[in-house]
């Protein structure tokens, strides 16, 4: 205390009472606050060392900024090198199956055809469809294998005649008998008329 000569004694008091609160006596071997307390004060890193004294300067906080923004690089996009799968029949096939990108209806299947191969280069394929040719992209398109000697895979079936031949070769006749007509009452009285339709019988010879 007698150090400090200047008025202001009362603001260095707490700094002095830690100090000798923390020293080690040499005839104990340990401080008074670790026989009172049982354990070591933490004592400020100012007690060592200086502290380090922190510009509050905005205009320099600024530059550094400035500085590392410009340091930063954007980073390229990373690329995948994975190749995509694409069939090897798929270079010699005479026919595709191609993939249904719209949303198909329930039990529906993903794929339609087969469909003939007219060209094909490495991104398209270019296929007979309904009579026309076709453009269609290559991941959309799966090969399809054919049965040696089938000439035409889809073909349509000729409309069928009204009137059917049986085996013997006669056209099939059909007789109507009229059911009887006659009125059912129920128990109440009610009459019950039967319909038409109801009321004839087709039999098919």
Request: aromatic letters at 8%; charged letters at 25%; proline letters at 7%.
């Amino acid at each position: 205390m007698a150090v400090h000569s200047d008025n202001k004694w009362n603001e260095k008091l707490p700094l002095i009472l830690l100090g000798i609160r923390s020293t080690i006596k040499q005839d104990l071997g340990y401080c008074s606050a670790e026989s009172v307390y049982g354990t070591h004060l933490k004592l400020p890193g100012e007690y060592f060392r200086p502290a380090v004294e922190v510009s509050n300067d905005m205009s320099d906080y600024i530059q550094r900024l400035k500085r590392h923004i410009k340091e930063i690089r954007s980073q390229a996009p990373r690329y995948s090198l994975r190749p995509s799968y694409v069939p090897r029949n798929l270079n010699d096939c005479s026919h595709v199956f191609v993939r249904i990108d719209h949303v198909r209806k329930p039990l529906q299947h993903p794929y339609e055809g087969p469909f003939k191969v007219l060209h094909r280069n490495d991104k398209t394929v270019t296929i007979e469809r309904a009579g026309k040719s076709d453009t269609v992209s290559i991941d959309r398109v799966r090969p399809a294998f054919i049965e040696i000697g089938t000439c035409q895979l889809t073909e349509k079936l000729p409309p069928k005649s009204e009137q059917q031949l049986n085996d013997s070769g006669k056209p099939a006749t059909a007789s109507t008998t009229p059911k009887s007509s006659t009125n059912r009452t129920t128990r109440s009285g009610r009459k019950v008329h039967w319909p038409r339709r109801y009321a004839e019988t087709i039999f098919i010879s």
